[in-house]
C-alpha cells in the first residue's frame, strides 16, 4: 500500500490481451466483477498502479501471474 495514494488502477491480462482495466473508489479492497471468469483463459497477469489525488501514477507494482480456480 502506497501512504499517498487515493485510488488504485488494475489492469489484467490474458491471452495477450487486457482483459480489463478499472479504477477503485478508495483503497479499499474491491471485489472483481463476476464476468472476469468467463474472460480469463488459463493465467492472466495483473498490475496495479497506486494514483494520487490528481490521478497521477505514484507506484505500479510488477506483472504477476495467476490462474482463477474453477
Do not use: C, H
Not at 494520487?52 to 480456480?69: C, E, M, P
Amino acid at each position: 500500500m502506497i501512504a499517498s495514494a487515493e485510488r488504485y488502477r488494475i489492469e489484467v491480462e490474458s491471452g495477450g490481451k487486457l482483459v480489463i482495466a478499472s479504477t477503485t473508489d478508495s483503497t479499499r479492497y474491491t471485489p472483481p466483477p463476476r464476468w472476469i471468469a468467463t474472460r480469463v483463459q488459463g493465467t492472466a497477469l495483473w498490475r496495479i498502479t497506486a494514483l494520487d489525488a490528481s490521478g497521477q501514477n505514484l507506484a505500479q507494482s510488477v506483472a504477476r501471474r495467476f490462474a482463477l480456480k474453477d
